[in-house]
């Protein structure tokens, strides 16, 4: 009999079995797909870490989390610094003094805050939607160049048709720094999530392949207590309504060239491209493998926003009312449910970045095994 039956290797599950067994505890983990890792899976072809179910760039401000997750991998130095391509001039993402220099030419920041001000003039009363809003923080030529066509992407709609509030800030740096996150920590893990994970899974027993509500009936009974990370309103059989997710569409190639983008991510902000984005995923570890040498291939996924439906891979919750208000009943569900945790993205139906989840996962385990 094990103490604890853990649905989903992802990072939740990874970080509970991990301590779990730390504190003697008997675990299984179960997965249905064939890998470990969940989402932030990543797989070695032509030598490159290809992070399968989009790219994971791990950062944080929280320094335990950092601790954490450093004892099960090595990070390297990788900061996230996006470029956006619009109709092929390209800009620096974080909106910063490269970017103004290059849509104005103006030098100083003072310069570049006047240009800014002057703009965003145009948007007097409160803003009505998402486009009023964002000319409101940063004027018409960022947000036609550099948010415009990006969003309407990302969304499927028009920027007049969305609201404002999806955008509270849009933040301007007046300096030249490139880094994206304003975090204390980022990085990569060296040779990749699914290692770490691996390790973090050290010494435990796993069985892929296994979906746990197909054969929820017999697995219960290997042990006293479980800890689901999959869907909830799947684990309740759809019984109150399907909660919505909006997804993502990878397309992937591997081509024969050593350098297609010259950076991990290129942002392409124009409507007509009908990607939002390109990743070149060896550019996460500076091309090279874990001896150093170069690579002489490239993998790119060019991403596409995508309407979801039941039975796609589930990505971003959609945080509206009636989702919110259908989880509300699930988790009401979920609370009666005896010795059964529901934890992680699918579980709690909730955007966790890998920090938080990390953070989220220690805080039940705190509760639950000590
Ligand atoms: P998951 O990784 O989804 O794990 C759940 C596991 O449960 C899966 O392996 C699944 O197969 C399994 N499972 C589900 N149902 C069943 C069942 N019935 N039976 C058996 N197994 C089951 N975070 C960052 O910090 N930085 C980033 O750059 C970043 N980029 C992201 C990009 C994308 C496109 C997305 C969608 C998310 C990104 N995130 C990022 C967030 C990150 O992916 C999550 O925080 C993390 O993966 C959540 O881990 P989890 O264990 O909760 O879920």
Redesign the pocket.
């Known amino acids: 009999m094990y103490d604890f039956l853990i649905?989903?290797?992802?990072?939740?599950?990874?970080v509970f079995a991990h301590e779990a067994k730390k504190r003697g505890k008997k675990v299984l983990v179960?997965?249905?797909?064939n890998n470990?890792?969940?989402?932030?899976?990543t797989e070695k072809i032509e030598g490159i870490n290809f992070h399968k179910?989009?790219?994971?760039?791990?950062?944080?401000n929280n320094k335990e989390v950092w601790k954490y997750v450093n004892q099960f991998a090595t990070f390297n130095r990788f900061t996230?610094s996006p470029v956006a391509n619009y109709k092929g001039e390209l800009y620096s993402m974080p909106f910063n003094m490269y970017t103004f220099n290059k849509m104005w030419g103006v030098v100083t920041p003072e310069e570049a805050k006047a240009k800014i001000e002057e703009q965003k003039k145009e948007i007097t009363g409160e803003p009505q939607n998402l486009e009023e809003q964002a000319i409101s923080l940063i004027g018409r030529d960022i947000y036609e160049k550099l948010v415009k066509g990006y969003t309407e992407k990302q969304w499927g709609r028009d920027c007049k048709e969305l609201p404002a509030f999806i955008i509270k800030r849009l933040p301007v740096r007046l300096t030249f720094d490139n880094n994206y996150f304003d975090a204390l920590y980022q990085g990569i893990p060296i040779g990749g999530y699914t290692k770490m994970v691996e390790n973090m899974l050290d010494g435990i027993e796993i069985r892929l392949g296994?979906?746990?509500?197909?054969h929820k009936e017999e697995l219960d009974k290997l042990a006293e207590k479980v800890v689901y990370?999959?869907?909830i309103d799947?684990?309740f059989d759809y019984k109150l309504g399907a909660l919505e997710y909006r997804s993502?569409r990878f397309e992937n190639e591997v081509l024969d060239i050593p350098n297609y983008q010259g950076n991990a991510a290129v942002n392409y902000t124009d409507r007509e491209t009908p990607w939002t984005r390109i990743i070149e995923h060896k550019w996460f570890e500076f091309g090279k493998d874990e001896a150093g040498n170069d690579l002489p291939k490239t993998i790119i996924s060019k991403e596409y926003s995508s309407e979801w439906k039941l039975g796609d891979e589930p990505?971003?919750p959609v945080n509206d009312k009636k989702n919110s208000d259908l989880y509300k009943l699930y988790k009401m569900l979920a609370e009666n449910e005896k010795n059964v945790f529901f934890?992680?993205?699918?579980?709690e139906y909730k955007?966790?970045?890998?920090?938080?989840?990390i953070e989220s996962a220690l805080l039940v385990c705190k509760k639950v095994l000590d």
């Not at 649905?7 to 990874?14: K, V």
């Not at 470990?36 to 899976?41: E, L, P, W």
């Not at 955007?351 to 989840?357: A, F, G, L, P």
């Open positions: 649905i989903g290797s992802g990072l939740y599950g990874a179960i997965d249905k797909r470990i890792a969940g989402n932030i899976y179910y989009g790219a994971h760039i791990f950062h944080t996230n296994i979906d746990y509500l197909e990370t999959g869907p799947a684990y993502v990505y971003y934890g992680g993205r699918l579980g955007y966790y970045d890998m920090d938080s989840i």
